[in-house]
């Protein structure tokens, strides 16, 4: 690391051990090296318009859940929830935050429960979670497994409706109540991190909108644009990064 970056990183480390109350946002990043798949990343998204006839982003429709169930499902068991990731050391060190009474909420883009599974409270779904599955009729929840294990469309043991994923699919917007949270937080946070992901996309910037302070923190592996728009910037893997800025 250059001598630059180790003082910025030294310096950050320091505004954290300063802080009281840290919101984080967690994107698709955090998910990757936790071992979780990129379906945009090329390679990924020309296989799945190769083998289902369509991309992610249509796969996961509110119109093919509504439209085409067997589609959805198929892909949905095969890709997105046949193989789960473990949290990765970022999420480790947010734990540590937490119980060092510093973080108070997380936001999240990703969908695999990687902050609860980490021990982490307060965690704000934008997207949802693969392990909120409901029957639309009478609210009934049912585990991860069931869907795995059911053959085809899973469906209720009572009411025999398809079940519903407690996603925020393609075509979907996110739910209301979230949105004002992840506001609510950001506004109250004397420090923002936001960990794999830019500033560019809609919902991180309508979170980190409502901060008012000088201390949004950004760890990323890729450069981009809206970079300049963060107080402190940080390349690399947040796995590598969190865990020193969080170290005694």
């Given at each position: ?23 984080c ?8 090296e936790?071992?979780?798949?990129d379906?945009w ?8 318009e ?6 992610p982003?249509e ?8 439209t ?52 982490l409270r307060?965690v ?10 409901y029957?639309?009729?009478c ?23 398809a ?25 109250n ?7 794999g992901?830019n ?31 963060a ?13 020193r800025?969080?170290?005694?």
């Amino acid at each position: 690391m250059r001598k630059m970056e180790e003082a910025v990183l030294n310096h950050v480390k320091t505004l954290i051990s300063q802080a009281n109350n840290i919101v984080c946002v967690t994107g698709l990043g955090t998910l990757v090296e936790s071992g979780g798949i990129d379906f945009w990343d090329l390679d990924h998204l020309c296989r799945i318009e190769k083998e289902y006839g369509d991309s992610p982003e249509e796969l996961l429709s509110a119109g093919v859940y509504a439209t085409k169930k067997e589609k959805f499902y198929n892909f949905y068991k095969k890709e997105v929830i046949s193989t789960i990731p473990e949290p990765s050391e970022t999420y480790a060190a947010l734990k540590k935050l937490q119980d060092m009474d510093k973080l108070r909420a997380t936001i999240s883009l990703n969908i695999c429960g990687l902050e609860y599974r980490s021990g982490l409270r307060n965690v704000i779904e934008f997207q949802g979670t693969i392990y909120n599955n409901y029957c639309p009729l009478c609210k009934k929840n049912f585990s991860l497994e069931y869907i795995l294990n059911a053959k085809g469309v899973p469906v209720c043991d009572d009411c025999k409706v398809a079940l519903r994923p407690g996603l925020r699919l393609f075509g979907e917007s996110v739910r209301n109540d979230r949105m004002t949270e992840a506001a609510i937080a950001c506004a109250n946070a004397d420090l923002v991190l936001v960990l794999g992901t830019n500033l560019y996309g809609s919902k991180v910037r309508y979170s980190t909108g409502h901060y008012t302070g000088n201390k949004l923190i950004l760890i990323n592996e890729e450069e981009h644009f809206t970079d300049r728009y963060a107080d402190y910037v940080l390349y690399g893997k947040c796995k590598d990064i969190l865990p020193r800025l969080v170290e005694e």
